[in-house]
């Protein structure tokens, strides 16, 4: 499987962006699928997980509420609804499959994809 995530940008704090993560190779409809995001200087951190059929949804208290997770098997896309962006948002965001979502956790990621690049001005 290979994911590609697009939709990063330059926006200021306060505005919305929608990353896409499109999976080729074969489909993830069986697969759950996530998203995480690492600052210049920090720590690879989860962001949010989403189960195969579009269900259960969890997310890292610092986006809860601002962020939504979704995908689309028909099209084999993920997605993550940004709102509200703080700069402290600003990160490489990199889109992943497989992996198990026990209840709020999400580990062992099969597949990872290059990131998308969000910065977030003040």
């Known amino acids: 499987v290979q994911l590609q995530a697009s939709g990063g940008g330059l926006v200021q704090a306060g505005y919305s962006l929608r990353l896409s993560c499109a999976a080729s190779g074969r489909t993830v409809s069986s697969y759950n699928m996530g998203w995480f995001r690492q600052a210049p200087g920090k720590e690879r951190e989860f962001v949010a997980a989403i189960g195969r059929s579009g269900a259960p949804t969890f997310y890292a208290d610092s986006v809860k509420g601002r962020f939504t997770i979704s995908r689309n098997n028909a099209k084999n896309t993920a997605y993550l609804q940004m709102s509200s962006l703080k700069p402290e948002d600003t990160a490489d965001y990199f889109c992943?499959?497989?992996?198990?979502?026990?209840?709020?956790?999400?580990?062992?990621?099969?597949?990872w994809g290059k990131g998308t690049q969000v910065t977030v001005s003040s």
């Open positions: 992943t499959a497989g992996g198990t979502v026990a209840g709020t956790k999400y580990y062992g990621m099969d597949y």
